[in-house]
């Protein structure tokens, strides 16, 4: 799993944010589009994409998608 290709499906989460806004250090809870269903969302995509199982808590203590990433990429 790298970098990029989480940023990618994280930001494939979101129907009214374009890829570009995305980068390691963007608050992805900051967005209009973010919710429970988002953050449901992308648990179950992380999961098929990459075999990883997050938990509501790794969502809940990841403000940044590095931090997000550097989480499911200790569960690799």
Do not use: C, N
Not at 7 to 22: H, K, R
Not at 46 to 53: K, L, M, P, R, Y
């Amino acid at each position: 799993m790298e970098l990029k290709e989480f940023i990618e499906v994280i930001a494939e989460q979101y129907e009214d944010v374009e890829l570009q806004d995305f980068t390691p250090e963007t608050h992805f809870k900051e967005f209009d589009e973010w919710s429970s269903l988002t953050s449901l969302s992308i648990i179950a995509t992380v999961d098929d994409e990459f075999g990883i199982t997050l938990k509501g808590d790794d969502i809940r203590k990841a403000t940044t998608i590095q931090e997000l990433f550097d989480i499911a990429k200790s569960k690799e």
